[in-house]
């Protein structure tokens, strides 16, 4: 993807969310926001006027247009997928984005990146705007905490607009959906640390909702196979709604730690978790791997980042956005063709150094 490209795209972000005819900031501001030519923002930007996501006025700048006009086209003669996205930088989606553009470039087909920030009200409005726009296709990873799916489904139907879901579907959707398999990828991270040798594992997430339901599934799965005993204190869950904002986990851990110390492993929902368990486990004087063996979920370049290099579970992330691009490319120029309900891809385990097995008695500090 050129530079161009990726700052049209986060234009299109800020455009989302912005009224009508409100004026967006100059190019030579965009410039300083972006750390990049004026030739570059004008590629950009004038993409999106093009588009219909902008429109210049002489001496005056350069507006957000109203796309609720009826002849509103996102491109001239080009098929598009608008693509929505609860955090577009947030785990597993870069990787997903990826997927869908690299495949949509080989079909020819140019896509709208917009950000939900996991808010239904929100993925209504946008789904809403990109049908009026005449887009040719939808992919949407559906927010977390969606309290309108019977609205949003009525809407896709009526809209006859084709559609595929990402992660996860969402109630009385006549859609395929593309997702991973996280009660098996949550049963093979358990499995590793049994196997590895660790006997009292935690489960360690941020918030309870479908996925994160599946991974405990797959932890408690993994325990009964192999004879465990399953103890509700190792079970640790916080209330945050928004998954970017987990601040609570890593105190989570450090209770547990502090209140039963025969606890050797931890299981964690997701790898933005692990990074907060690894913190919480060396504040209070543990070795991870050594003491507390640790395994996350999602493998993001962040595994490799961390001081001691992350074991996670691959999502897969990149081919299922692959599929889900080629399976709603052939549901538009395939009259014939009827996709699978549901596509699931199993989860790799990555292993590193997180995870080893432990090999001597923790050594408390007065943390």
Not at 129 to 139: E, F, P
Not at 242 to 267: F, H, M, W, Y
Not at 348 to 358: E, H, K, M, P, T
Request: aromatic residues 8%; charged residues 20%; negative net charge.
């Amino acid at each position: 993807m050129y530079i161009y490209e990726k700052i049209r795209n986060e234009l299109i972000l800020k455009v989302n969310v912005l009224p009508p005819h409100e004026r967006i900031p100059s190019r030579n501001a965009l410039c300083q926001e972006f750390l990049v030519t004026r030739t570059t923002i004008d590629r950009a930007i004038d993409e999106l006027v093009k588009s219909g996501y902008l429109y210049s006025v002489m001496g005056s700048g350069t507006f957000v247009a109203d796309l609720s006009a009826n002849d509103m086209k996102l491109g001239v003669g080009d098929k598009n997928f608008g693509v929505l996205l609860p955090d577009i930088t947030a785990d597993t989606y870069p990787e997903i984005l990826r997927g869908i553009q690299d495949m949509a470039d080989r079909y020819g087909i140019s896509i709208v990146a917009c950000n939900t920030d996991n808010k239904s009200e929100k993925q209504a409005s946008i789904v809403r705007r990109l049908i009026n726009s005449k887009v040719d296709g939808l992919i949407i990873i559906p927010a977390i905490n969606s309290n309108a799916d019977y609205a949003l489904c009525h809407l896709l139907e009526e809209s006859n607009v084709p559609y595929v879901f990402c992660n996860r579907n969402i109630g009385g959707a006549n859609s395929p959906c593309i997702c991973s398999n996280d009660f098996y990828g949550s049963f093979l991270a358990t499995s590793h640390l049994i196997k590895q040798g660790y006997r009292r594992i935690a489960y360690l997430s941020a918030m309870f909702y479908k996925t994160s339901m599946d991974r405990y599934q797959g932890y408690i799965a993994a325990l009964n196979q192999n004879g465990r005993e399953i103890d509700e204190t190792l079970i640790l869950i916080g209330e945050a709604i928004d998954p970017s904002k987990q601040e609570g986990v890593g105190q989570l851990l450090k209770t547990l730690l502090r209140e039963d110390r025969s606890v050797d492993a931890v299981v964690c929902f997701n790898d933005r978790v692990a990074c907060d368990a690894m913190e919480a486990i060396q504040s209070i004087g543990l070795r991870v791997s050594d003491d507390i063996g640790l395994i996350g979920y999602d493998n993001t370049s962040v595994c490799n980042l961390l001081p001691i290099k992350l074991t996670s579970m691959d999502y897969r992330n990149y081919e299922i956005g692959q599929s889900a691009a080629t399976t709603l490319h052939r549901m538009i120029s395939e009259p014939d063709y009827t996709a699978r309900r549901i596509t699931t891809f199993e989860p790799r385990i990555v292993v590193r150094d997180s995870c080893r097995g432990a090999t001597t008695q923790a050594v408390w500090a007065q943390a």
